[in-house]
């Protein structure tokens, strides 16, 4: 651990956050505590696939999450996702660019179309870039494929990474495509973004009607016989209602907030979907809005306005869900884990019901639905 993290947080005022280093507390609660952020490394960013980071070398000019950062913040557990969804602009002359919007946070331009080129070519590279860094750090961190991969990165004090990936234009209506990503360790699958697919239908299809196809059916079928989490996060609410009722494993959505306090976010879910999710012993990933730092510099300080409205989606769900459903997906920015932990226990919640709803239920679930060994 990095000597800056050791030092204990001081607040300049009682209105001011401060990020950039860990506290005392967060720090020792890391260590007693499994820590997982359940979206928190993008591999089709572009420091990753054009800009060819480096993910086992400390990054200090940004706030995005290396290997040794994430030993710095205390992480047990890190979902690192890939997919065919490009954030640049090179297409714009070709295809129409849907801004991606996140509260707090400016656009992003996604090249979202379907007909990406070799899909699974470029799902292959992505993830075997990822996997050549792990190779790299086998001192820090740890591929988890299986529930002893959990317990034995835990044990040697690695970071577990979880491998996933977006859409599912990929391995396309191929159960045999998606039974050989399983066996290079691809453990989550997000269902859908932003446009149609042939077994369901994003959380911006709204005209469908949006239930699953039959092959949608079968592939979800085929991810619960692979070991394969399968993430809500962009799925519209009749497609999350039919996943959830059909899947034979708990579910997830992993980067969302309640509808009733976001109802103009895109991805926002309904008390409908969110009291599902928990029936079937599934956890609902909050997604902080945070405001992201300009130029993506690292995190320094946290409006208290914004630490706020985490606290108050977070006590949301818990009212709708129970605490044993709720968990935290920063959305790549888990520096701002440490924090969370201290304002969980700020506002009053117990060191038992912090620990489930800062890595314990996603690790259950996880624990449900990955291969024994």
Not at 163 to 187: I, T
Not at 230 to 237: R, T, V
Not at 255 to 264: M, V
Request: aromatic letters at 6%; a negative charge.
């Amino acid at each position: 651990m990095c000597e800056p993290c050791l030092r204990p947080t001081t607040r300049q005022t009682k209105e001011t956050v401060i990020v950039r280093v860990v506290s005392q507390r967060a720090r020792q609660f890391h260590q007693n505590h499994p820590i997982c952020d359940m979206l928190g490394l993008n591999l089709n960013h572009p420091r990753f696939v054009l800009d060819d980071t480096d993910l086992t070398q400390r990054a200090e000019d940004h706030f995005r999450g290396d290997f040794p950062k994430f030993g710095d913040w205390g992480m047990n557990l890190v979902v690192a996702k890939g997919g065919v969804t490009l954030l640049t602009d090179e297409y714009r002359a070709l295809w129409n660019l849907q801004p991606e919007r996140r509260a707090k946070r400016d656009g992003e331009s996604l090249f979202l179309t379907l007909a990406v080129p070799n899909a699974t070519q470029t799902v292959l590279a992505e993830l075997d870039r990822f996997l050549l860094n792990v190779e790299k750090a086998p001192d820090s961190v740890h591929l988890v494929r299986t529930v002893s991969d959990l317990d034995g990165s835990r044990a040697a004090g690695k970071v577990a990474l979880l491998m996933a990936a977006n859409r599912a234009d990929w391995f396309g209506d191929s159960p045999g495509v998606l039974r050989q990503f399983s066996r290079l360790g691809l453990r989550m699958i997000t269902i859908g973004q932003a446009t149609r697919e042939l077994g369901w239908d994003p959380s911006s299809e709204t005209r469908s009607g949006g239930r699953l196809t039959e092959l949608g059916v079968r592939m979800i079928a085929e991810m619960n016989q692979c070991g394969i989490l399968i993430d809500l996060a962009h799925s519209n609410d009749p497609c999350a209602l039919d996943v959830i009722e059909i899947s034979e494993t708990p579910v997830v959505d992993t980067h969302s907030c309640p509808r009733a306090l976001s109802p103009g976010e895109n991805r926002a879910i309904p008390d409908e979907v969110m009291r599902a999710i928990s029936k079937r012993g599934g956890v609902l990933g909050i997604m902080p809005p945070i405001s992201r730092q300009p130029g993506e510099a690292p995190f320094e300080t946290i409006d208290p306005d914004e630490m706020a409205s985490t606290l108050e989606q977070i006590r949301y769900a818990v009212d709708v869900m129970g605490v044993e459903a709720v968990g935290i997906g920063t959305h790549f920015t888990t520096a701002l884990m440490p924090a969370l932990t201290d304002a969980l226990l700020d506002d009053g919640f117990t060191e038992a019901d912090t620990a489930a709803i800062m890595g314990g239920n996603f690790l259950r679930v996880l624990r449900q639905v990955l291969p024994e060994s």
